[in-house]
């Protein structure tokens, strides 16, 4: 039995959720708030307890309170959402999957590190699966028609294939600005950045002192302007602080070089913001490959709502346009490449400055490279760039890719590089 409505969307995750429910006896499903945990879990729960805090004596989080044996239905598997409210649950879970062995017996939802790790005895290795969820790609939206599969280049694939729908510029201002939000499909355009600011100033107002701590809002807001501003950027944290030099006065400015890597560390355990970590496949050595990540917003919304940016504010600066497009599609290509078992980096060369957006790789170590052009002026430089960096490597990419945003066809060059739109894939 599924606990699911029948206005449920698909997600990608959901293959493998059903898959790791066959082989562990719990799984613990992270991601960002509203990207749809709960209602994925749903769909593969036969009971669920909703830990949410409440002073409700009648509501699972009370009852847990006073026993948490009230809340085990034994009506496998059975959903537990925010269990970190009470994080001795996590122990029980896997006390409970080692007594008889059997696997998919929970679900384990919940957005953020536990409020104190010292209440937590075991990790749950080899019990308690985890499971990264994100907010939904362009083709679980279904705004990606998915005509062309990332499985497709690695393989090789000759692909010639035309888009029913070409999008339009205002089109892609919209999916940016709106994200992949679940809730926010049924909006209306003018509404797309509601759910977005109104997430910034949850974290705001709560989930910045997740773990106890008090941290300064105004200071964490000047660390998500900074971070918005450098979006698919190469910001190493002294350039972060660099930036917010310039919107601070000298006191906030010390304290946030102070601060600056606990209040990164903040955002990333609460799965705000994403590293994309740089490439380290062996290259010719002539070549210095860096070191620094690039810090992505989960969403490219989020960064838009911090800088308050609605659609009409992209279209008038089309180089901030092209920072948060490339955003949306390292979003899409990082939630395509988990699905098939792989990671998603970057590459940059610390000699001659050359950069390749975007390598998925594997678990195998086949890679591919892949530019991104919001434009289809860009694609001719940055197929160029792509022959350059295969040139350069010892192992060479299965595929060179370049993903543009204003064309309605996908092709393959003379020279061997794909040219598709991002509304043309899917894993």
């Known amino acids: 039995m599924s606990l699911t409505k029948e206005t449920y969307k698909e997600r990608l995750v959901d293959d493998e959720i059903s898959e790791l429910l066959k082989l562990f006896g719990a799984i613990s499903i992270e991601g960002p708030k509203y990207c749809g945990k709960t209602w994925t879990a749903f769909n593969h729960a036969n009971s669920a307890v909703l830990l949410t805090k409440s002073d409700n004596p009648n509501s699972d989080y009370q009852k847990a309170l006073m026993s948490r044996d009230l809340i085990y239905t034994k009506d496998y598997p059975e959903l537990i959402d925010e269990w970190q409210s009470i994080e001795q649950i996590w122990d029980d879970v896997r006390t409970k999957c080692d007594e008889d062995g059997k696997c998919g017996k929970f679900i384990l939802t919940g957005f953020s590190a536990p409020v104190d790790p010292k209440n937590i005895f075991h990790s749950g290795a080899g019990r308690i699966c985890k499971l990264n969820m994100y907010t939904m790609s362009l083709f679980e939206s279904g705004d990606s028609e998915g005509i062309i599969s990332l499985m497709d280049l690695f393989n090789n694939k000759k692909i010639a294939s035309n888009l029913k729908n070409k999008p339009s510029i205002e089109k892609y201002a919209d999916l940016i600005i709106r994200g992949g939000w679940p809730a926010s499909l049924k909006y209306d355009r003018k509404n797309y950045y509601r759910l977005p600011e109104s997430y910034i100033e949850d974290v705001l107002e709560h989930d910045i002192n997740y773990d106890g701590i008090n941290r300064d809002k ?32 000298e006191e906030e400015y010390q304290v946030s070089r102070n601060t600056v890597s606990d209040y990164l560390n903040v955002l990333i355990n609460i799965h705000l913001i994403k590293n994309q970590m740089p490439f380290s496949e062996k290259i010719r050595s002539s070549v210095r490959a860096g070191k620094t990540a690039k810090r992505h917003f989960i969403d490219p919304s989020l960064a838009c709502a911090v800088l ?10 089309l180089e901030l346009f092209g920072f948060m497009f490339e955003s949306l599609v390292v979003r899409d290509l990082r939630i395509y490449i988990e699905y098939l078992g792989g990671r998603i980096y970057h590459f940059h060369d610390n000699n001659t400055g050359e950069e390749v957006d975007a390598i998925v790789e594997l678990r195998d170590g086949k890679y591919g490279a892949i530019e991104v052009k919001l434009g289809v002026g860009k694609i001719e430089e940055a197929a160029n760039n792509l022959l350059k960096f295969s040139n350069k490597c010892m192992k060479k990419p299965s595929f060179l890719c370049v993903i543009s945003g204003m064309i309605d066809y996908a092709y393959q060059r003379k020279d061997g590089v794909y040219v598709l739109p991002i509304t043309a894939l899917k894993p």
């Open 218 to 249: 105004e200071k964490m807001r000047m660390l998500l302007r900074a971070l918005a501003r450098n979006e698919s950027t190469l910001a190493t944290n002294e350039k972060i602080v660099s930036d917010i030099e310039e919107y601070a006065t």
């Open 308 to 317: 308050g940016l609605k659609q009409e504010h992209l279209l008038k600066d």
